[in-house]
């Protein structure tokens, strides 16, 4: 059985930083590509960014570029989502998600395993 597990949210002020992590189990490759998504309260899930299986390559949204950065450990099947000068609008509920296409992708419906989200509070 595969499991996805967020942790490392929590309440930050304006400025700040946090890191997520992501760790994958029950699968029996690492070879997936890992997408981070938000949802904010009232708002549609989005995209965040992705590593791909492929070369680790990295690409994120507009809205994080320059401020967050994803990698990943292989040999621990895990992820990270480095999140560096936070804003108020950063906040939401932050998933991972495991997906095995090709080509990463950035919508959501192109990942099969997701974690049950964990919460990131920006106070300004």
């Known amino acids: 059985q595969v499991h996805v597990v967020e942790s490392g949210g929590g309440l930050v002020q304006a400025g700040g930083s946090l890191r997520l992590s992501c760790a994958a189990s029950g699968l029996t490759t690492n070879n997936f590509n890992m997408g981070w998504f938000r949802q904010a309260p009232g708002k549609e899930r989005e995209f965040v960014g992705f590593?791909?299986?492929?070369?680790?390559?990295?690409y994120y949204a507009d809205s994080v570029k320059g401020r967050f950065i994803i990698s990943r450990d292989l040999a621990k099947n895990t992820g990270y989502l480095q999140m560096n000068s936070l804003k108020s609008e950063d906040t939401a509920v932050y998933y991972c998600?495991?997906?095995?296409?090709?080509?990463?992708?950035?919508?959501?419906?192109?990942?099969?395993?997701w974690g049950q989200g964990t919460q990131v509070t920006v106070s300004s």
């Open positions: 590593i791909a299986r492929i070369v680790s390559s990295t």
């Open positions: 998600a495991a997906g095995f296409r090709m080509v990463a992708s950035t919508r959501a419906g192109d990942y099969t395993y």
